[in-house]
């Protein structure tokens, strides 16, 4: 399934004018780095900037000016994934493994007629430690006229040998008016909701997408409304969403919602609204429902995220129950009852 976030990639980037703008100067001087990391939040454009590169080097009408024409042969295999010069590695079954760092290697050791070779590793926070560890020599030295992008949200989860290696391209949240103005045009949502739905989804295209669908009763808001419905003394309320939310199928990006409302929290409590891409915050009320710190409550939510995702897997209920009852502060007002 296609969500409007994730379509082939090909121009209409949004925002990150400033990151492309970086990209395009070091291309067009001649001083591109050979091995990136793109790091920032999923779903904000951090693919379509990779392959906006790989296009851009590979156009044969750019003449490497830094700008992709997307008309041209090139740019149109870009754009279908059928470019020889352009790989793309994505995690199967939730992990990048050995064997496909091997098929790339293999690929790159061809010498390109045209344009650079391009590698595009998508979630590359799944590269287990073996694929990374032989994946080290390529980027540090790529061969000749290689370029090696690895795309991730979870940059901390790469290996520091990695990280050392490559140059580091921090993304940006897109800003309300940017989500709010792709939701309009592109989804005919009116611009109350659209606007409302961009504030719940710090920054995410793919979030914004996945709130419209799903409606923003059932899916990260409605959560957010039931856990601010809460009150200390309810521990068993506190289990029963548990319960219900161990069962979803986008738990992740449920988790991921309630981080960015917490951060957006901490920072407007910092006073530093300003350093945030506008602020996240919901509309309708300053949640009264903070049992804690956001930014503690920031963590514990990254923790439950961490402990139900590969490769821990931990027990989804259990997890998510104690992270509620300590959120509600319920786990605390037992204590105190007893
Ligand atoms: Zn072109």
């Given at each position: 399934?296609?969500?409007?976030?994730?379509?082939?990639?090909?121009g209409g980037?949004?925002?990150?004018?400033?990151?492309?703008g970086?990209?395009?100067?070091a291309?067009?001087?001649?001083r591109?780095?050979h091995?990136?990391?793109?790091?920032g939040l999923?779903?904000?454009g951090?693919?379509?900037?990779?392959?906006?590169?790989?296009?851009?080097?590979n156009c044969?009408?750019?003449?490497?000016?830094?700008?992709?024409c997307?008309?041209?042969?090139?740019?149109?295999?870009?754009?279908?994934?059928?470019?020889?010069?352009?790989?793309?590695?994505?995690?199967?079954a939730?992990?990048?493994?050995?064997d496909?760092?091997?098929?790339?290697?293999?690929a790159?050791?061809?010498?390109?007629?045209?344009?650079?070779?391009?590698?595009?590793?998508?979630?590359?926070?799944?590269?287990?430690?073996?694929?990374?560890?032989?994946?080290?020599k390529?980027?540090e030295?790529?061969?000749?006229?290689?370029?090696?992008?690895?795309?991730?949200?979870?940059?901390?989860?790469?290996?520091?040998t990695?990280?050392?290696?490559?140059?580091?391209?921090?993304?940006?949240?897109?800003?309300?008016d940017?989500?709010?103005?792709?939701?309009?045009?592109?989804?005919?949502?009116?611009?109350?909701?659209?606007?409302s739905?961009?504030?719940?989804?710090?920054?995410?295209?793919?979030?914004?997408?996945?709130?419209?669908e799903?409606?923003?009763?059932?899916?990260?808001?409605?959560?957010?409304?039931?856990?601010?419905?809460?009150?200390?003394?309810?521990?068993?309320?506190a289990?029963?969403?548990?319960?219900?939310l161990?069962?979803?199928?986008?738990?992740?990006?449920?988790?991921?919602?309630?981080?960015?409302?917490?951060?957006?929290?901490?920072v407007?409590?910092?006073?530093?609204?300003?350093?945030?891409?506008?602020?996240?915050?919901?509309?309708?009320?300053a949640?009264?429902?903070?049992?804690?710190?956001?930014?503690?409550a920031?963590?514990?939510?990254?923790?439950?995220?961490?402990?139900?995702?590969?490769?821990?897997?931990?027990?989804?209920?259990?997890?998510i129950?104690?992270?509620?009852?300590?959120?509600?502060?319920?786990?605390?007002?037992?204590?105190?009852?007893?």
């Amino acid at each position: 399934v296609s969500r409007p976030g994730e379509e082939t990639p090909g121009g209409g980037i949004i925002g990150h004018a400033g990151e492309m703008g970086l990209i395009r100067g070091a291309i067009a001087g001649g001083r591109l780095a050979h091995s990136f990391i793109f790091a920032g939040l999923d779903g904000i454009g951090k693919r379509r900037v990779a392959f906006e590169t790989a296009a851009a080097l590979n156009c044969a009408s750019s003449g490497l000016a830094g700008l992709a024409c997307w008309e041209c042969g090139d740019c149109e295999r870009v754009r279908a994934r059928t470019h020889p010069n352009v790989l793309y590695v994505e995690p199967e079954a939730g992990l990048i493994k050995i064997d496909r760092v091997r098929e790339v290697q293999a690929a790159l050791k061809y010498r390109v007629e045209r344009g650079r070779k391009v590698v595009v590793v998508e979630a590359a926070d799944k590269l287990n430690a073996q694929a990374a560890n032989a994946f080290l020599k390529t980027l540090e030295e790529p061969p000749p006229a290689t370029v090696i992008i690895l795309v991730t949200s979870r940059p901390s989860e790469l290996l520091p040998t990695v990280l050392s290696r490559c140059q580091r391209i921090n993304f940006r949240p897109l800003s309300v008016d940017e989500v709010a103005g792709y939701l309009t045009r592109e989804t005919g949502a009116k611009e109350a909701e659209a606007r409302s739905i961009a504030r719940m989804s710090g920054g995410s295209i793919a979030r914004a997408a996945c709130l419209l669908e799903d409606g923003m009763e059932t899916s990260a808001a409605g959560v957010i409304e039931a856990i601010s419905a809460i009150s200390p003394g309810e521990a068993d309320k506190a289990v029963g969403l548990a319960e219900e939310l161990a069962k979803r199928d986008d738990l992740e990006e449920v988790l991921e919602s309630l981080k960015g409302v917490y951060r957006d929290m901490g920072v407007a409590a910092e006073g530093l609204d300003a350093l945030v891409a506008k602020t996240h915050l919901p509309e309708r009320r300053a949640p009264a429902w903070t049992a804690m710190p956001p930014w503690e409550a920031f963590s514990l939510v990254e923790e439950a995220r961490r402990n139900t995702t590969p490769p821990r897997y931990m027990n989804r209920q259990l997890t998510i129950e104690t992270m509620l009852l300590r959120l509600t502060g319920c786990n605390r007002h037992a204590r105190r009852q007893r």
